[in-house]
């Protein structure tokens, strides 16, 4: 007869096999790429997402974020990772369509058109130009007229170079007969910071990002850059309207996996994505915390989209002559 000494020890060991067996073992975490740093909308939404997706996906969700140079260097991460369905990117569609157009394969370190998978198409948002309220300046005209009466203060912010918030930015200048200067930040939150602080007195940006700032009057929108007024931001005009058509357009975030991502697990993912986005209190907090709207799509309607803005785009910043700095 077993003692009671000797029954702890073999049921501590029988629990420690059990425990140790293959059913124990948890999935490795699903990492979400962000390519800029906390305190954007990138950021906030994969924090959301991922928040959302540990449920869905019965496996743990982390977000790492890898600023730099646009989103460059956390698209270089995902083109280097395995097919595994491990590591995926939240990423504006400006990381890859404005990147293409503006900058070499060999520069960007990627090809959009072959090293990645499109997964889904996420949210849709209005872009918006933004100044610090101490220019005393509401619409695009009064500030076309601030500027030519201080053409030293002629810059502008954007999260990264070669982008549409960049390209915008240079177009407008055009527009107004005044050049404008790029000042690339490694996102819109380190921008937003300068911006309030007043190193800084204009922005291109996601009008979400500068919500806040807007609310509590620190920051002005002078106008959207859609062709029509977005219904989120109804009483901020189009900066067409005012005169300045820039071509701009709404931007939309979507998800990116290596290429080869193999079809079980693009569709798992495709599946969760969605089910996240169908949810009341997820579509609020898009809404009120970064005017964004869920909108999604597959992966195939991602590639289809991001085609037909490279048909957009491609003649008319080839026509602007724009070049982008190194």
Same mark, same amino acid.
């Given at each position: ?168 930015? #240079? /177009?407008?200048? *055009? ?7 790029? =000042? ?5 939150? @380190? !921008? %937003? ?17 500068? #919500? /806040?700032?807007? *609310? ?7 106008? =959207? ?5 977005? @219904? !989120? %931001? ?93």
């Amino acid at each position: 007869m077993m003692n009671r000494k000797t029954f702890s020890v073999v049921l501590a060991a029988m629990m420690l096999g059990i425990g140790s067996g293959p059913m124990a073992q948890e999935k490795p975490p699903i990492r979400i790429l962000v390519g800029f740093p906390p305190g954007g909308a990138s950021d906030g939404l994969a924090r959301l997402m991922a928040d959302k997706l540990r449920d869905q996906l019965k496996q743990n969700v982390i977000v790492e974020n890898r600023p730099g140079v646009g989103g460059r260097i956390a698209a270089q991460a995902i083109k280097a990772a395995p097919a595994n369905g491990q590591m995926y990117m939240i990423a504006p569609n400006a990381t890859f369509t404005f990147q293409h157009l503006t900058y070499p394969v060999s520069v960007l370190g990627y090809d959009m058109n072959t090293d990645f998978t499109s997964v889904a198409r996420l949210t849709s948002y209005p872009m918006a130009m933004v100044v610090n309220t101490s220019i005393g300046t509401k619409t695009a005209k009064e500030y076309v007229a601030w500027l030519k009466a201080n053409p030293a203060k002629n810059t502008f912010g954007t999260a990264g170079q070669g982008g549409d918030t960049h390209f915008n930015g #240079l /177009q407008f200048g *055009k527009l107004a007969g005044t050049p404008m200067q790029v =000042v690339p930040y490694r996102g819109n939150g @380190p !921008l %937003l910071i300068d911006m309030v602080g007043g190193q800084i007195l204009t922005g291109n940006m996601l009008a979400g990002d500068a #919500l /806040q700032h807007v *609310k509590s009057g620190k920051l002005n929108y002078i106008g =959207v850059f859609s062709p029509q007024r977005s @219904p !989120l %931001l109804p009483d901020v005009p189009t900066l067409a309207e005012q005169g300045f058509n820039t071509g701009g357009d709404d931007g939309w975030m979507a998800v990116w996996g290596p290429a080869k991502l193999p079809k079980v697990e693009l569709e798992r993912m495709q599946t969760a994505i969605k089910n996240v986005l169908a949810m009341p209190d997820v579509k609020e907090m898009l809404l009120s915390k970064f005017l964004q709207v869920a909108d999604y799509r597959d992966g195939t309607e991602v590639d289809k989209q991001l085609q037909a803005e490279l048909t957009h785009w491609g003649p008319i910043i080839k026509a602007s002559g724009f070049t982008p700095e190194p």
